[in-house]
């Protein structure tokens, strides 16, 4: 994903926490950007990246790395619902 190319660098060089992943387009883009490290929080649209199960596949698997997931929303109702159900189910 090359607009986050070099956010594993700037992730280990700040002392604050580093939130992306919002254009992220499937489950296999947030998994790359996980391992290297990219984010300490990932943020996955629902209506970019597969879909409600999608987000909720990339929060439990960002977990096990240790990075929280903050579902991103741009959109109407629609996407906000859908942002709202991933929320009600991650921890």
Not at 26 to 52: H, M
Not at 58 to 83: K, Q, Y
């Amino acid at each position: 994903i090359p607009h986050y190319k070099r956010y594993p660098e700037l992730a280990a060089a700040i002392d604050i926490p580093l939130a992306g992943g919002e254009g992220t387009d499937s489950f296999l883009s947030a998994k790359e950007l996980i391992v290297r490290k990219s984010f300490d929080i990932i943020q996955p649209d629902a209506t970019l990246c597969g879909g409600i199960s999608q987000s909720i596949a990339i929060a439990e698997f960002a977990s096990l790395f240790g990075v929280m997931t903050i579902p991103h929303c741009w959109g109407g109702a629609i996407a906000l619902t859908a942002a709202l159900n991933v929320v009600c189910c991650i921890p």
